[in-house]
């Protein structure tokens, strides 16, 4: 057995002359790669939002859950981490796949009971697989751990954007049909999001000194912190404005800015989080789909963590006002 396999199958990471990176890509190319997937996303998620059918809106959310998660399962087993793959797409598919067919029948609110035996069964299932190998120091608890991860962390968090747009009790549709109201929460999310990301982006690209957390990603700097804040009240307060009836939700600006601001740190933590996970398993992108972005992980990724704090913001306090 050679030592590059060995150091492979005990999980250590690999040598530099074992891994070398690729050349090194100039800011302009990467900038247009990305900037082109970006716009084949938006002309993507426009034609669903114009198309309004609420099948193509949740197998469009259930449909990168699933490829993130494969992506997940696929980066631990690349870095030799002790995992059940099988196990945790499964579970992944057939939560996504129940929380389609619920909302797509008409359904507004999950049962809390639906989403405690979904993480009871991550759980339970994990450690029933665990049973089946001998005990190795602390392995057999980082391999439940990282199968409970990947379910809570992608399908789970993710989903919360479907959850999000069929919350309204009081928005109306056609059945069949996603909800004005719901459509345009659903956006408001995605773009408060993604222009912070881009803020982050633009703003570090151009004009980042300071390094923000170097450990975790040595690309954010402070001053593209700043960016992200900036373009996420562009986005959250210019969607206001121009359309306040289908974003009536929000009732005032207070709640329009103070969600712009809660949902840009937020976005920018949960791309920090999966660069922890690459980082702790020496990955670079979570897949290769998105040219200049990477992987479905990769554009999620702060979703995972916007979309669970908008729903709960909504239900919790805007909607017991209404």
């Known amino acids: 057995m050679s030592c590059h396999t060995r150091r492979r199958r005990l999980g250590f990471p690999l040598k530099m002359a074992d891994n070398p990176q690729p050349p090194t890509q100039s800011k302009a190319l990467v900038f247009a790669r990305r900037s082109a997937s970006t716009l084949f996303l938006w002309g993507l998620v426009t034609a669903i939002f114009v198309s309004?059918?609420?099948?193509?809106?949740?197998?469009?959310?259930?449909?990168?859950?699933?490829?993130?998660?494969?992506?997940?399962?696929?980066?631990?087993r690349a870095a030799a981490v002790m995992c059940f793959p099988r196990?945790?797409?499964?579970?992944?598919?057939?939560?996504?796949?129940?929380?389609?067919w619920y909302f797509w029948q008409g359904g507004k609110s999950i049962p809390q009971d639906v989403d405690d035996l979904a993480i009871f069964i991550a759980i339970a299932?994990?450690?029933?697989?665990?049973?089946?190998?001998p005990i190795r120091s602390i392995e057999a608890l980082l391999a439940v751990a990282a199968n409970l991860l990947g379910f809570v962390y992608v399908a789970f968090l993710f989903t919360f954007a479907a959850r999000i747009t069929f919350l309204d009790p009081d928005a109306t549709a056609v059945p069949g049909f996603v909800s004005s109201s719901g459509a345009f929460l659903l956006l408001w999310l995605l773009a408060v999001t993604k222009f912070t990301d881009m803020g982050a982006y633009i703003v570090g690209s151009m004009m980042g000194r300071h390094k923000m957390i170097p450990h975790v990603s040595p690309g954010k700097t402070w001053e593209g912190f700043g960016g992200a804040l900036l373009f996420s009240q562009l986005a959250a307060c210019g969607l206001y404005l121009l359309f306040p009836s289908q974003l009536q939700i929000f009732q005032h600006w207070g709640h329009v800015v103070a969600l712009g601001f809660i949902l840009s740190i937020l976005a920018v933590i949960g791309d920090l989080a999966e660069s922890v996970v690459k980082r702790a398993i020496h990955a670079k992108d979570s897949g290769k789909m998105l040219p200049g972005i990477g992987g479905s992980l990769d554009l999620i990724d702060s979703i995972c963590f916007t979309a669970p704090a908008l729903y709960f913001y909504l239900k919790w306090i805007l909607l017991p006002a209404a």
């Open 52 to 76: 309004g059918r609420s099948w193509a809106v949740l197998g469009l959310i259930s449909a990168l859950a699933m490829i993130a998660t494969v992506e997940y399962f696929k980066m631990l």
């Open 87 to 100: 196990f945790g797409i499964l579970l992944a598919a057939v939560y996504c796949g129940g929380l389609s």
């Open 125 to 133: 299932g994990a450690f029933t697989l665990q049973l089946r190998y």
